[in-house]
């Protein structure tokens, strides 16, 4: 499987091809990094990837093992930090889903994960413009959480919400 980024304003490819060992969708690929590189969930694990050459820069594996998958990546803030959700696959383990913010320039987590709830579904998150707070949409119901804190602002909204629109300006 190979995934090529555009330039759809000129209509042409901004680099080489990447390879990746598995199907991708699209909620599995961002641009990161000021959009130099290419955040991909590839067979359970975030991968940067340069759009120039092609070649992988990064993987972030913590979490990862045969019960669990990373099933969703929003970059946002200049394309410096990381919303990167892990969900407990049922029937092998159970637990919540839970969320986890990273710095992609520095290469680490940022603040403790974020727990969602049980299995729960995320559909979407953006950063806030300082990159401090994160709102996400999960199974339905809108939330605000502080990055460093892991700390909820504000209780549930509930829905049905599926997307979220506006928010960061990048």
Do not use: M
Not at 7 to 15: A, E, F, I, P
Not at 51 to 71: C, H, L
Not at 91 to 106: K, W, Y
């Amino acid at each position: 499987h190979r995934i090529r980024a555009w330039d759809l304003q000129r209509g042409v490819s901004l680099g080489q091809a990447i390879e990746c060992s598995a199907a991708v969708d699209a909620g599995e690929v961002a641009f990161a990094n000021a959009n130099r590189e290419l955040a991909i969930i590839d067979r359970d694990v975030l991968r940067l990837f340069e759009v120039a050459t092609g070649k992988q820069t990064f993987a972030f594996e913590t979490y990862p093992t045969p019960a669990t998958a990373y099933d969703f990546v929003k970059v946002g803030v200049h394309g410096s930090r990381a919303a990167l959700a892990l969900r407990p696959k049922p029937p092998f383990i159970r637990g919540d889903t839970v969320l986890q913010v990273l710095d992609l320039a520095e290469r680490r987590a940022l603040g403790q994960a974020i727990s969602l709830g049980r299995y729960a579904r995320l559909r979407d998150a953006r950063f806030s413009d300082d990159g401090h707070r994160l709102a996400v949409v999960a199974d339905g119901a809108l939330r605000t959480w502080e990055i460093e804190t892991a700390r909820s602002i504000g209780g549930a909204e509930t829905g049905p919400y599926d997307q979220l629109v506006g928010g960061s300006s990048d």
